[in-house]
């Protein structure tokens, strides 16, 4: 190629990259497919690195699964068989636990695991352009933040089903933004969406504090038509989702709680004599975890008291020790709240990006905080507010934050976009 020639496509590459770049944003199919493409290729290529492992069945994510595919018990969570559980939500143990019974803990079986997770991490990220548009964010904003999360890896293996359950939380968003923007609302619908947010409450269930801030709003704010209606069919449709799940703990329990029966245990791993604010921290400072997972002493006293009774006992316990010591436990708090935002206890590359994201998303709520309808405004905080709120109690892990880390990038999209873009142009 001559000099010319040479000058000639040095020029034309930025037409070029503007051309393929304004394509790619006006298909939602082909930059979803992109962003996923994208993001699922950069997970695979770090097996190469670290090949995929099961999890280990010394955490009680991997013993309910063992538990469930040899035995079809969801059990034995602990040190020592302790029976039937309901340490943990039902649908991630669920899905390792298809996995085992069909390929057993073997290679394959880990790649199939790690794949599922790669999926729904990519899946969560792809529908960020989506999202951004259905909140007139702008495509190219969009763009910026689904390539943003494709490339920033996770700062933790997000085996308890966090890809999942920010992939369902993004289409719960955009169906209560539809919801509180169509007229055309039936009760069939809003009981089918309340049937799906149900179902994703055994995914995550601090989803639901999310879910009651909605319908908080729609009670409050909404004026579409039969609107007490709508809401109750919405609320039946979640209940019902949760029967079965609440059913099988009562015959096994005696008892009625929402979805997992450890919240006392939780509880009392972060606020004790000694405790920090981040699981890592105590490990590094050797802390002492009263928990059945590690002590045989404990797993005994779920034996003898029973699960829901041994829970209850920690949480009376831990409830006293809040009483007892309350400049301690805000100050736990607080520093618990920092880690969530801003992830300072591990300095690595990876984590510096995540902060620097919160604080670009933060601008960014506030660039666009004032051009948002209300109902756009309560979709977008209410699960940024209401979601980590039960995180702020029990010692930060990385992992506590994703499901909503693609809003995070999305929000930070927005900002970026507006550094690279006129005012005028920021919308597309």
């Not at 394959?108 to 729904?120: E, K, L, M």
């Not at 089903?161 to 993004?170: Q, S, V």
């Not at 601008?363 to 109902?375: A, K, M, T, Y």
């Given at each position: 190629m001559s000099e010319n020639g040479l000058i000639k496509a040095c020029l034309a590459l930025p037409k070029l990259f503007r051309s393929t770049l304004n394509r790619l944003v006006g298909s939602p199919v082909l930059v979803f497919v992109f962003i996923f493409i994208l993001a699922f290729g950069i997970r695979a290529y770090s097996w190469k690195r670290i090949p995929p492992l099961l999890p280990s069945t010394e955490r009680e994510m991997g013993a309910i699964a063992q538990s469930l595919a040899e035995t079809g018990q969801f059990a034995n969570p602990y040190v020592i068989e302790t029976g039937p559980t309901a340490h943990l939500p039902p649908i991630p143990p669920a899905i390792l636990a298809l996995v085992l019974s069909v390929l057993g803990r073997t290679w394959?079986?880990?790649?199939?695991?790690?794949?599922?997770?790669?999926?729904?991490n990519a899946a969560a990220y792809a529908l960020i352009p989506w999202i951004a548009g259905k909140f007139e964010m702008g495509r190219?904003?969009?763009?910026?933040?689904?390539?943003?999360?494709?490339?920033?890896?996770?700062?933790?293996a997000s085996t308890?089903?966090?890809?999942?359950?920010?992939?369902?939380?993004?289409?719960m968003l955009a169906a209560f933004l539809k919801r509180w923007s169509n007229e055309r609302n039936s009760c069939f619908s809003s009981f089918l969406l309340g049937l799906g947010i149900g179902i994703s409450f055994h995914v995550q269930p601090p989803i639901l504090l999310v879910f009651l801030g909605y319908i908080a709003f729609e009670i409050g704010w909404c004026k579409m038509d039969r609107k007490f209606a709508m809401s109750g069919a919405l609320a039946l449709g979640a209940v019902l989702a949760c029967v079965p799940w609440a059913w099988r703990n009562y015959v096994v329990f005696h008892e009625f709680f929402f979805i997992r029966s450890n919240l006392g245990l939780e509880l009392r791993m972060g606020n004790n004599p000694g405790a920090a604010a981040t699981y890592a921290q105590m490990d590094r400072d050797g802390h002492y975890y009263q928990h059945p997972r590690l002590l045989s002493a404990e797993a005994r006293k779920v034996i003898e008291l029973g699960e829901v009774e041994y829970m209850r006992r920690a949480l009376r316990d831990v409830l006293n020790w809040m009483k007892e010591n309350p400049e301690e436990f805000l100050r736990l708090t607080f520093l618990r709240f920092v880690n969530f935002w801003f992830i300072p206890q591990k300095l690595s590359p990876a984590a510096m990006f995540h902060t620097l994201f919160t604080i670009l998303a933060m601008?960014?709520?506030?660039?666009?905080?004032?051009?948002?309808?209300?109902?756009q405004r309560m979709t977008i905080l209410t699960p940024l507010i209401a979601y980590p709120l039960i995180y702020y109690l029990v010692p930060f892990m990385p992992r506590y934050r994703m499901p909503i880390d693609w809003m995070i990038f999305m929000l930070a999209g927005v900002e970026i976009r507006r550094w690279i873009a006129p005012e005028s142009q920021a919308r597309k």
């Open positions: 394959q079986a880990g790649y199939v695991f790690w794949g599922f997770i790669a999926i729904t190219t904003a969009g763009l910026i933040g689904g390539v943003a999360g494709a490339l920033i890896m996770e700062l933790e308890h089903g966090e890809g999942l359950a920010g992939f369902l939380l993004a289409l601008l960014g709520v506030r660039r666009i905080f004032s051009s948002l309808s209300l109902p």
